[in-house]
């Protein structure tokens, strides 16, 4: 969730209460003087689905990662975080072919034990590019090579040897130095909805997908017809996916414009577009 949106004094990132009142409009909730509240993070236009309702909440969430997911697969620039270091990976005491170590979500593993100071970024979903430099050395970042099937048990030396991803943790083989990564992954849409909505502001809270109103607000028509209206399910599939396929070409159309190599199979396509990220 994006709160640097500005662009030329405008924000250019669908609100997400401006996705909710699309959707309480679509389902004839639109109540603005309702006893929950106004338009910030405690209540919300509604008088069935106010922003505090918890309904509302898991549509909401739902759809945002259905987008995302969606956006991902078809290479979206948007969904793409460059540049992000992670300084100062600690050195292994002595080389030895058995120590892998690892970078997690919950922290870093140097061989022997979990350090909580150093972790992947917090919405990655896929890494297409690691490079890595040794610490305080003013020195290039070097590409890691990625190895799919397993990396390599080799004694260790100034610098990494190879990078693999499995159970959602960053294996490497370690150095006899001090290393700093440098990332360049997807990512998804973080849970933040799993927050109370009383500490969500919906007015001030972006998703970072820009023209993405209308294709969220349907997959929420969508996940509300299943439940509450059945009979109107087949417009809602058909309008959201109107609506993500517009999302879709134009990425597909903006990738098809560039020139590109074919990788080899397994490996992760890294040339993308990067952009700036920001997370509340």
Aim: with cysteine; glycine share 10%.
């Amino acid at each position: 969730m994006a709160n640097q949106s500005m662009v030329g004094g405008n924000i250019r990132y669908p609100s997400l209460q401006g996705i909710c009142d699309l959707f309480r409009a679509q389902i004839n909730d639109t109540m603005p003087n309702n006893a929950g509240g106004g338009t910030g993070s405690g209540g919300g236009a509604g008088l069935i689905n106010p922003n505090t309702n918890p309904d509302l909440l898991t549509y909401l969430n739902a759809a945002c990662l259905d987008t995302f997911s969606e956006l991902r697969s078809v290479g979206s620039p948007e969904l793409i975080l460059d540049n992000y270091l992670i300084e100062g990976l600690p050195a292994l005491t002595a080389p030895d072919p058995t120590i892998q170590v690892g970078l997690g979500y919950a922290g870093f593993f140097d061989g022997y034990q979990w350090h909580s100071q150093w972790t992947l970024p917090v919405g990655m979903s896929r890494i297409l590019a690691l490079s890595q430099r040794q610490t305080n050395a003013d020195q290039d970042f070097q590409p890691m090579t990625h190895y799919p099937a397993g990396i390599p048990g080799v004694e260790q030396g100034l610098l990494m040897t190879g990078w693999e991803m499995r159970q959602g943790i960053l294996w490497m083989n370690g150095a006899t130095t001090q290393i700093d990564l440098r990332i360049r992954c997807r990512i998804t849409f973080p849970p933040f909805l799993a927050q109370a909505a009383t500490v969500i502001n919906f007015s001030t809270a972006y998703v970072p997908v820009l023209d993405s109103l209308n294709a969220i607000a349907a997959k929420m028509l969508v996940i509300y017809a299943r439940r509450f209206a059945p009979e109107a399910l087949p417009i809602a599939k058909d309008a959201e996916q109107t609506y993500m396929g517009k999302l879709r070409l134009e990425t597909i159309r903006e990738r098809q414009s560039a020139e590109s190599t074919r990788e080899p199979y397994g490996d992760a396509a890294i040339q993308d577009f990067a952009i700036s990220w920001s997370w509340l």
